[in-house]
């Protein structure tokens, strides 16, 4: 024989009549002789009869149609604006690279003009030293503008 509990969890399979004949009469044995139990079927009995009484109503295909369409425009609506959340990161991450190797190549033509001068001005340098020095770093320009540019 069942405890009330294990029989609580049946009753509905017994109000839709989806359990073994066995089964069954073992539910509606307890149920004559447990009023707890009884009482509780008897309400989930009110309540699913209740229910199979509610009319549904019939929609027309023009609602459907609507209805459909206003949840594809919203999940369209959402999809957008999730591809406007992650495209700013990357628009300001691209930005912030161009800035740093724009930044980072002048730097680096900077210091080679500030050698050049150096070189220009640097009194312990002969001309021809000078001449060289000269032509040294106007070729490397020369190669760097033409690998980069």
Same mark, same amino acid.
């Given at each position: 024989?069942? =405890?009330?509990?294990?029989i609580? =969890?049946?009753? @509905?399979?017994y109000?839709?009549d989806?359990?073994?004949?066995?089964?069954?009469?073992?539910v509606?044995?307890?149920?004559? %002789?447990? *009023?707890?139990? +009884?009482?509780?079927y008897?309400?989930?009995e009110?309540?699913?009869?209740?229910?199979?009484? @509610?009319?549904?109503? /019939?929609? %027309?295909d %023009?609602?459907?149609?609507?209805?459909?369409?206003?949840?594809k425009e919203?999940? &369209?609506?959402?999809l957008l !604006?999730?591809? +406007? *959340?992650? !495209?700013?990161?990357?628009?300001?991450?691209?930005?912030?690279?161009? /800035?740093?190797?724009?930044? =980072?190549? +002048?730097?680096?033509? *900077?210091?080679? @003009?500030?050698?050049?001068?150096?070189?220009?001005?640097?009194?312990?340098?002969?001309?021809?030293?000078?001449?060289d020095?000269? =032509?040294?770093?106007? &070729?490397?320009? *020369?190669?760097?503008?033409?690998?980069?540019?």
């Amino acid at each position: 024989m069942k =405890n009330c509990k294990e029989i609580k =969890n049946l009753l @509905i399979e017994y109000y839709y009549d989806e359990i073994e004949s066995s089964l069954k009469e073992e539910v509606r044995t307890h149920l004559d %002789s447990c *009023i707890s139990c +009884k009482k509780e079927y008897e309400s989930i009995e009110k309540t699913l009869n209740h229910a199979l009484e @509610i009319k549904r109503p /019939i929609l %027309s295909d %023009s609602f459907k149609d609507d209805f459909y369409y206003g949840i594809k425009e919203k999940m &369209n609506k959402k999809l957008l !604006q999730s591809y +406007k *959340i992650w !495209q700013l990161p990357v628009i300001v991450s691209i930005c912030l690279l161009i /800035i740093f190797v724009t930044i =980072n190549y +002048k730097k680096n033509n *900077i210091d080679e @003009i500030d050698a050049i001068y150096m070189a220009l001005t640097s009194p312990e340098i002969s001309d021809t030293e000078l001449s060289d020095e000269i =032509n040294t770093i106007a &070729n490397e320009v *020369i190669i760097e503008e033409l690998l980069v540019g």
